[in-house]
């Protein structure tokens, strides 16, 4: 389908792994013959991207200071994604959570947006990313400026796709369009590979962490300000139970600070170490407004309970009292309120995911996501 189709992927920057990486890597399999453009690919940090046909813009012949340091770079990127030459191309599937989907395309080209979120630096969390009051003053010109811009980048794809309800709601307020909501793909066929070669390596990855005992509760999560991960770590600190965190980001150190010695901290794993891990954990922890919350999906696929905060994509992926429980309010008190809910009925929620996860998870099955992403892009074309 659309083999005659010359076709572009436009993303903010390849330099991790994550939710919006699984995404991709779907993209790449429907159309793989489409390039990727992108600001910069950080091939260390992204060995996954390595089979994509990759263009990048002059971000990445920046110095290192510069480049690696996003806010530093900042001013760069709205020129750098308006000057990327897409004039070869018939079809522009921008992926964007910044400054992609401000692409210009010719006349006669499909651009298809799919809005990760508004910045959130920008619309959403501003005093978590610049949290000097000092710095956001004399900032406050530029930031000005780049929501004006932003607002009329909001206005270049043909067509917008919000990955949750909760980024259409954000769409329409500061952009001002409607949007279809499509929910990223989650690859039951992928994750069923994974857990049936759980079933064979099981003992050795008991060995490999064998320190940590079946009586934890998981975080997996970039740590970055917005995913408020120190309501978790404050709430543990005066818990005797044991807390995962996996993951990484620029709020690691002073979390591994903060934390007790019943908090232990791992960078990364493999899908079958992460797998295990929610095999046996008494329940998966999400503190942030989350766009969509794959990771959500994970975990109730393998019969894992979710205790997340109620507001963004969580409230849309978890049911309940079925496959997890919710706390009203970012606030350690309010987390752990429900914690003590969870307590009482921990049981008989692990049974409840356990029986109904897999089932909720294939809401989002990637063939449902594969059809309709066809379906929109014949609609367009064939206007």
């Known amino acids: 389908m659309f083999k005659a189709s010359k076709i572009a992927i436009v993303y903010d920057w390849i330099d991790k792994w994550g939710g919006v ?60 994604f308006e000057q990327l ?71 270049r794809p043909d067509r917008i ?61 970039r740590l970055e300000p917005y995913k408020k991960t120190e309501i978790i770590i404050e709430a543990f600190n005066n818990l005797k139970e044991n807390l995962l965190v996996i993951g990484t980001g620029s709020e690691e150190n002073k979390l591994k600070k903060m934390a007790k010695s019943n908090i232990l901290f791992i960078n990364s794993l493999s899908d079958q170490e992460l797998a295990y891990f929610y095999t046996h954990a008494r329940a998966l922890i999400m503190s942030q407004e989350e766009d969509f919350g794959y990771v959500s999906l994970e975990a109730q696929y393998f019969g894992c309970p979710v205790i997340a905060y109620k507001k963004g994509g969580a409230a849309e992926t978890v049911v309940n009292g079925k496959t997890g429980l919710f706390f009203d309010k970012q606030h350690r008190s309010s987390f752990m309120d429900t914690l003590e809910r969870f307590h009482i009925i921990s049981y008989n929620l692990k049974e409840e995911c356990q029986k109904y996860g897999q089932d909720n998870v294939n809401r989002f099955e990637k063939r ?16």
């Not at 599937?93 to 910045?119: D, N």
């Not at 099981?202 to 079946?214: G, L, T």
Request: aromatic share 16%; net charge positive; charged share 20%.
């Open 21 to 80: 990486e699984r995404l991709l890597l779907n993209l790449h399999q429907l159309f793989p013959q489409a390039d990727f453009l992108t600001s910069y690919y950080n091939d260390v940090s992204a060995p996954w991207a390595k089979q994509l046909h990759i263009k990048t813009s002059f971000i990445q012949n920046l110095p290192p200071i510069i480049k690696n340091r996003r806010l530093m770079s900042f001013p760069f990127y709205p020129f750098a």
């Open 85 to 155: 030459d897409l004039s070869d191309y018939d079809i522009v599937i921008s992926v964007s959570s910044s400054f992609a989907k401000s692409v210009i395309t010719k006349p006669g080209t499909l651009h298809l947006g799919f809005l990760l979120t508004p910045m959130r630096f920008l619309w959403l969390f501003q005093e978590d990313y610049i949290r000097s009051r000092k710095t956001r003053l004399i900032l406050q010109p530029y930031l000005s400026y780049l929501k004006q811009w932003d607002y009329v980048a909001g206005q």
């Open 161 to 221: 796709i919000s990955i949750s309800e909760t980024i259409a709601d954000r769409c329409k307020k500061i952009y001002n369009r409607s949007s279809e909501v499509l929910y990223p793909p989650f690859d039951t066929g992928y994750w069923q590979k994974i857990k049936h070669q759980l079933s064979k390596t099981e003992n050795n990855f008991k060995d490999k962490f064998r320190m940590i005992n079946n009586n934890y509760y998981l975080v997996v999560s």
């Open 368 to 383: 449902k996501f594969n059809q309709r992403l066809y379906a929109i892009i014949r609609e367009e074309v064939n206007r």
